[in-house]
């Protein structure tokens, strides 16, 4: 194409048809006549083809000894197997021998009805004769100890017991409790007086703060055992409790002393007034587990020490809710008449129906708030009381407190 445009140019530039004659030349218009030269064809050997098996392909010819044929055809010859490079196998398909599929028949065990009566009653008889002969031989198992045969010791199969509940006991009316309970204290001789001990589980909740349980009561014939009174006051509310029976009285030097005397207690109830309440906080870790704690709402938080030390001397009782749910108090000595024994339950349970929470419902007055009551002594068994008889015993205390 490059050399047809150079002609073209190359003709505008100098029109001279005579100079442009040898550029064009063609081999048709060169020589017209001339033929294209002749193809020769070409050739190749026949591809030679393997001689047939002259053996397979000729028929079996006649003996010419015996003029009979050959009842039996001639065995072709063993054809060599081709030797294959393992190249070469991978692209050959049938290089490998073929292997034919074996198959086997299906074996199927026998069911049970499908074997005679017989023979299962000669396999168990056999199971049983090998078991008889494994104990005779276990039974007559033995060692020799210095050659001196001797048996083997034959230890029992463990086996599970069964565990037998203790039947429960039947709630008896309360004077009968008291009874019992001073019975089975005078058979077993102490070397101190017990004390009689009432254990209450309530249907409340201890983890909610509006079901708390906790109050306060002074035994009408105390508790029977001697409290020592600690006061922390100081000035004109020192000489009243001092002159109201107070064990120990004292101020910031008490507090002092409470703190380094390595937990060492001289007293069983404390009172302050509301200005030492800040001070205490000193010995709250001290005083706070051993319930000793002046509380307001218990009344041990006062300006009145007077009262409320007689009051602790005269059986004051403080009552709380643990975690079970269940209230332990000790209501008097087992050397106590029948009737002041009744006289203090009798109290405790009216202050324990005063203190119950205003946030339980689906309750009446003792049903679903008092589940179970039990009196014991302090080392003695526990004796079930009836919710009614303990009713009775509050509403005789109250109207008591009423009419005086």
């Not at 008889?132 to 029992?156: C, H, K, M, Y």
């Not at 001990?197 to 079901?211: C, F, I, K, S, T």
């Not at 589940?371 to 014991?376: R, Y």
């Not at 302090?378 to 005789?396: K, Q, R």
């Amino acid at each position: 194409m490059a050399h047809l445009r150079l002609l073209l140019s190359h003709t505008r530039r100098h029109p001279q048809p005579h100079r442009l004659l040898p550029l064009f030349h063609f081999s048709s218009d060169a020589n017209p006549s001339s033929a294209p030269p002749p193809i020769k064809p070409v050739s190749y050997a026949p591809k030679p083809k393997p001689p047939p098996d002259e053996s397979a392909a000729a028929p079996p010819t006649p003996d010419s000894g015996s003029g009979s044929q050959d009842p039996l055809p001639r065995r072709p010859p063993p054809q060599q197997q081709q030797q294959w490079t393992r190249q070469e196998v991978r692209f050959v398909k049938d290089a490998a021998p073929a292997i034919s599929p074996v198959s086997y028949p299906s074996r199927v065990a026998p069911l049970p009805d499908d074997r005679p009566a017989a023979e299962e009653g000669a396999e168990a008889e056999d199971g049983l004769r090998g078991e008889g002969q494994r104990i005779e031989l276990d039974a007559a198992r033995t060692r020799s100890i210095f050659g001196l045969p001797v048996e083997e010791e034959q230890l029992p199969y463990p086996t599970l017991i069964s565990v037998e509940k203790r039947p429960q006991k039947v709630a008896i009316d309360l004077v009968d409790a008291i009874r019992q309970v001073k019975t089975s204290a005078n058979e077993k001789k102490r070397n101190f007086i017990e004390t009689v001990e009432a254990h209450v589980m309530l249907g409340v909740d201890p983890r909610r703060g509006d079901q708390m349980v906790r109050g306060a009561i002074t035994l009408p014939h105390g508790t029977g055992k001697t409290v020592r009174v600690a006061v922390f006051a100081e000035g004109p509310a020192a000489e009243e409790a001092r002159a109201a029976g107070a064990d120990v009285v004292g101020g910031d030097e008490l507090i002092e002393e409470i703190r380094t005397g390595g937990g060492k207690l001289s007293f069983d109830k404390c009172i302050a007034t509301p200005m030492y309440m800040p001070r205490l906080s000193k010995v709250a870790r001290i005083l706070g587990p051993r319930g000793l704690m002046p509380n307001p709402k218990l009344g041990s938080v006062t300006n009145d020490v007077s009262a409320a030390v007689k009051a602790a001397k005269s059986g004051r009782v403080d009552f709380k809710i643990d975690k079970t749910a269940i209230v332990h108090v000790g209501l008097g000595k087992v050397n106590f008449s029948d009737e002041s024994l009744r006289e203090n339950i009798g109290a405790f349970v009216h202050a324990l129906l005063l203190a119950k929470p205003v946030g339980l419902k689906k309750t009446s007055k003792y049903v679903g708030y008092v589940k179970k009551f039990t009196l014991s002594s302090t080392m003695g068994p526990g004796f079930p009381v009836t919710i009614p008889s303990l009713s009775v015993a509050a509403d005789h205390y109250n109207s008591k407190v009423q009419v005086s």
